[in-house]
């Protein structure tokens, strides 16, 4: 690995392009986001698929600009394309392939594709711009006012089959969904770290005086019960009859917020005075109990009176055992 750095750059940059590697360029590039389009409408099909007609005809207009510039190619310079990809050029706009952005959300997947097109069109008039040439000039320009109008049909076919309606039917969908893989094992998790990490911490806190044996008794435990949910929740639902989605998604949102919940209130005591550790503690305890009323009321639509009182219920009963256990 040492070696490769004093390699000369395999990138060219765009001004050193010729006029037909510029042609052979846009040819790839529309090959690949017609590839791109088609993945993100068989992704989307099943689940979405009045989007997945969008994406479909987006496709078929890549492969009528791909017909276009392989006929002026033909007319210019021959048959012989050279072969010129994005990664052969410096600054080049990227694309990533849908099976590293899988699976695919609704959402994601509109402004991926609305990205596209947008940086396909400054592209183009940058290299317009600076083009010198006048064959150049205005075959860049034809690039780009061919994307610009790309966009536009992109606009009537979502116009044509995703009526508001459907969109918001889709939308809904996608929600739902959001709240099955993240807010939910989410939620579980942060309310199992607050809660069920008061009772260990603050009963070493009380039984035994000291900061430093507190925090490292309530680092064990959180990270402990972030590990134990995040398996947990990975393992007991492949996601496939339920719906709720990748179980490594929701392994992740379930032991991360287990982890931040139990380290709210561990992370004072790295503070040398117990009195005031035990002070900020306390207050981290209100915070997170407020955070996890705040997600039932605005995610899971739990009016406030009845989540403050089963949250403020439950957290009050387990510090109370912590403190009853740690002065005994």
């Given amino acids: 690995m040492t070696q490769t750095r004093w390699l000369p750059s395999l990138r060219r940059r765009f001004k050193t392009l010729s006029e037909q590697e510029v042609l052979a360029l846009a040819i790839s590039a529309e090959e690949d986001d017609g590839r791109i389009y088609r993945a993100y409408a068989a992704g989307l099909r099943d689940e979405y698929p009045a989007s997945a007609k969008v994406f479909e005809g987006m496709a078929d207009e890549e492969d009528g600009h791909r017909r276009a510039l392989i006929e002026h190619h033909r007319q210019r310079f021959g048959d012989h394309i050279p072969l010129i990809r994005r990664e052969h050029v410096s600054g080049y706009f990227e694309r990533a392939p849908d099976w590293l952005v899988r699976p695919l959300s609704l959402e994601k997947t509109r402004a991926m594709a609305n990205k596209m097109e947008q940086d396909a069109e400054r592209f183009y008039l940058a290299a317009a711009a600076q083009a010198t040439d006048a064959g150049t000039r205005k075959l860049l320009g034809d690039l780009a006012h061919a ?9 009537s076919l979502a116009e044509e089959h995703l009526t508001p309606e459907v969109k ?161």
């Avoid at 994307?147 to 606009?155: L, W």
């Avoid at 039917?169 to 929600?175: P, Q």
Wanted: hydrophobic fraction near 50%; aromatic fraction near 10%.
């Fill in 168 to 328: 918001s039917e889709e939308d809904d969908k996608a929600h739902k969904q959001f709240l099955l893989t993240y807010v939910q094992p989410g939620l579980a998790g942060l309310m199992d770290g607050s809660i069920s990490t008061l009772a260990p911490i603050f009963a070493a806190a009380f039984a035994t005086g000291n900061t430093w044996s507190t925090f490292l008794i309530g680092l064990s435990a959180s990270v402990g019960a972030g590990i134990s949910m995040g398996f947990t929740e990975a393992a007991h639902d492949d996601g496939v009859m339920t719906g709720r989605g990748s179980p490594i998604k929701r392994g992740f949102a379930s032991g991360i917020m287990t982890l931040l919940g139990g380290l709210g209130h561990t992370l004072p005591y790295l503070i040398p005075d117990f009195k005031i550790a035990t002070t900020v503690a306390i207050a981290f305890v209100f915070v997170e109990l407020w955070a996890i009323t705040w997600i039932q009321n605005k995610y899971m639509e739990t009016p406030w009176g009845r989540a403050m009182f089963q949250v403020l219920l439950g957290g009050s009963l387990v510090f109370a055992a912590g403190i009853i256990i740690g002065n005994a």
């Fill in 147 to 155: 994307e610009s109008k790309h966009q536009n049909t992109a606009i």
